[in-house]
């Protein structure tokens, strides 16, 4: 049976991460219902005034801390963790703030039993916790995958550590999904292959302490690419997903 680790760091943010273990565990279900073995690496940090190693234990997650800045730098010692002590196939990137429809497991399956090395979906859902206003867009103009649950073969990884010493360049705050790609195709050549779904398979939950604000994206999105467009709705997006949850964000 292949396994997925799937990979979140955090900071601050007590309740959506809350909100966001909750998918977790119900997304894992889901893999396991497909016969796909899981588990999780929460990255905390010692800094953090939020009680987040408390918890990822209490929902049975792994836990380590990495001081919180640069962030690339938490990246890269949260994968040699990683590599070191736990066993698995894949890493999947899913952030404390991000939410994968149980139906993304179906166009999964395939490229991992074919061992594709890296792919991932160019598209996400974007919203606001505070406003409720919301866009889908797709992340890249060009044939590149976003971070929300882009899925990396463990072989892959180590040889750019390997290669390297990071996957994520050690300094980096923003950037880190297209950098850590970069990376990659310099130690492999190895690209990333776009999985097609016919619907917003991952949602991104925007507050005012993200880095990258809400209207900050959505100024991206039309401004670079022209391809901001609205969502129907994020209710029913998945099913911890509600406007009573959505009020305790910060």
């Known amino acids: 049976m292949k396994k997925i680790l799937i990979f979140t760091p955090v900071w601050g943010r007590y309740e959506v991460t809350k909100l966001c273990y909750i998918g977790l565990k119900r997304f894992m279900k ?27 234990i209490e929902n049975g997650f792994n ?19 990683a590599l070191k002590n736990l066993e698995w196939d894949y890493l ?15 166009y999964i399956l395939k490229p991992i039993n074919d061992n594709v090395p890296m792919f991932g979906l160019e598209r996400c859902a974007l919203l606001c916790s505070a406003t ?37 360049e050690h300094n980096k705050k923003k950037g880190l999904d297209w950098n850590s790609e970069s990376t990659i195709f310099k130690a492999q050549r ?5 999985i097609e779904v016919e619907q917003d398979m991952a949602l991104d ?10 209207d900050g994206m959505y100024k991206m999105a039309i401004k ?8 129907t709705s994020f209710l ?7 406007l009573e949850a959505l009020k305790l964000i910060d």
């Open 190 to 194: 190895v690209k990333p292959v776009i």
């Open 63 to 81: 836990y380590i801390d990495v001081k919180n800045y640069p962030a690339g730098n938490k990246h890269n010692e949260g994968l040699k963790y």
């Open 132 to 168: 409720l206003r919301q866009f889908s867009f797709k992340v890249f103009k060009d044939k590149r995958i976003g971070g929300v649950g882009r899925l990396l073969k463990r072989d892959m990884l180590q040889k750019t550590i390997d290669a390297f010493g990071f996957v994520w």
């Open 236 to 242: 029913g997006f998945t099913e911890e997903v509600t």
């Open 30 to 56: 889901t893999l396991k219902d497909k016969g796909l073995d899981s588990e999780v690496l929460i990255i905390g940090s010692p800094e953090d005034e939020c009680n987040h190693k408390e918890l990822a």
């Open 205 to 214: 939950i925007k507050s005012k302490t993200n880095l990258n604000s809400f």
């Open 92 to 106: 999947m990137q899913i952030s404390s703030d991000n939410f994968i429809r149980d139906e993304y497991v179906d």
């Open 224 to 231: 670079k690419y022209k391809i901001a467009e609205p969502m």
